[in-house]
């Protein structure tokens, strides 16, 4: 029950607080959609989309559109447009009820209806999905553990803002080199910091270990990972 007779007649924000979830939620989709887009191109390879959420190119035999991905994507403009003309008809109203109230219907079922398509759409992608993950350990590189290395520096009594520093200048000469970071020579790491190319560093160019030794909650190791998935089924 609402304890003001005005706020009563007059009060939307039940419909503006749903349409901003539903906004929100098509704002997670819509990031989540781009994600499997990039993954899916023939620059990642990292994922491919089953033929049922796909089409085919109207020019392009080769070409495999992800549509459903797409149209998941444009649906978060929808969902935050309803949200926007919403609040856009309620910011300037007096306190009592006026017919502009009827314009809370259209956004509030267009949403419902959108999110009923949306969100089965996104299940079934996810359902029919296929992961390459020799694709994703091929485009792995010695550059993402640039800030391991860093870190074991601070390990061999180096302050962050100096490892930091040298671990840049390390980059920088691998990338002169043309090689990569593992691969640059013990001389040139010594002409940078002895630290650099002290025997312990050897241990840093692994990407199971780099992940693994974040264990904290809500890291990136494989139990920290299966916790956080544990969660959210409930």
Known sequence: MTPNSLDAVSDRDFVAEFLFWAALLGVHLSRWAEDLILWSSREFGFVTLADAYSTGSSLMPQKKNPDALELLRGKSGRLTGGLMGLLTVLKGLPAAYDKDLQEDKEPLFDAVDTLALALPVAQGVLETLTIHPERMLAALGDEMLATDLADALVRAGVPFRESHH???????RAEELGCPLRAVPP??????????????????WDFERSVEQRAVAGGTARAAVLAQIEALRG
Do not use: D, F, K
């Open 166 to 172: 040298l671990v840049g200048r390390a980059v920088r």
């Open 187 to 204: 001389a040139e790491l010594r002409a940078i910091s002895p630290h650099l190319a002290a025997a312990e560093m050897a241990a840093v």
